[in-house]
Nanobody
Framework: EVQLVESGGGLVQAGGSLRLSCAAS????????IGWFRQAPGKGREGLSC????????YYSDSVKGRFTISSDTAKNTVYLQMNNLKPEDTAVYYC??????????????????WGRGTQVTVSA
């Protein structure tokens, strides 16, 4: 059974940092590229970043480029999202999902996609 489980969310002050984790099971990071998405209250889902763990290539949306860093640990079958210089507008539920792709700075999922349940990130002013 394919499963994605996020962790690492919480409450942080503006300017602070958090690292999210996405533990995958039922497949390996070589099988699917994994991405991070978020959904703020009253807004649509936004693709943030995607990583191809086979060759290490990473992709970011313009909204997080330079502040967020995606990485993976194939031995742990886990993908991370390091979030620095957090802003109140980063407050959202953050999800990991697979398989992801990108086009013109847009990150999205496609095909038979899998999602985690999400982890809440709240950034106070």
């Amino acid at each position: 059974e394919v499963q994605l489980v996020e962790s690492g969310g919480g409450l942080v002050q503006a300017g602070g940092s958090l690292r999210l984790s996405c533990a995958a099971s039922g497949f390996t990071l070589d099988d699917y590229d994994i991405g991070w998405f978020r959904q703020a209250p009253g807004k649509g889902r936004e693709g943030l970043s995607c990583i191809d763990s086979k060759d290490g290539r990473t992709y970011y949306s313009d909204s997080v480029k330079g502040r967020f860093t995606i990485s993976s640990d194939t031995a742990k079958n886990t993908v991370y999202l390091q979030m620095n210089n957090l802003k109140p507008e980063d407050t959202a539920v953050y999800y990991c999902a697979a398989p992801c792709a990108h086009a013109v700075n847009v990150v999205y999922v496609y095909g038979n996609d899998y999602w985690g349940r999400g982890t809440q990130v709240t950034v106070s002013a």
